[in-house]
């Protein structure tokens, strides 16, 4: 596989879940696919969303892997560019 693009395990939403990374000039975007579903959740401080919460918490299998998962996302912010596939205003900011 090049080095341009990468599958990065993303566990716990769903058995398998992985995330897509693909480096260009400006650097690595990785889209998150379900690891996240709000922007925030990656904050220092982590502020879930009210009603994405319940859907993203409700669909899990592993809610530690999941969250561990999440911690280690926060950990590539501003080094990596994250999407997540449920968060329209990230979207919105890639369009």
């Known amino acids: 596989m090049p080095a341009d693009i ?5 566990g716990g939403h769903t058995a398998g879940h992985a995330g897509v ?3 260009d000039s400006a650097g690595w975007l990785l889209h998150c696919g379900d690891a ?3 922007h925030r959740e990656l904050d220092p401080t982590p502020q879930p969303h ?3 919460d ?3 918490t409700s669909s899990e299998v592993d809610h530690d892997l999941r969250v561990d998962t999440q911690a280690r996302l926060r950990a590539l912010v501003g080094t990596v560019a994250l999407v997540s596939a449920h968060d329209p205003w990230e ?4 369009r």
């Open 21 to 23: 990374a693909v480096r």
């Open 54 to 56: 319940i859907v993203q």
């Open 91 to 94: 979207l919105a900011r890639y």
């Open 50 to 52: 009210p009603v994405l």
């Open 36 to 38: 996240y579903y709000y």
């Open 6 to 10: 990468q599958f990065v395990p993303l």
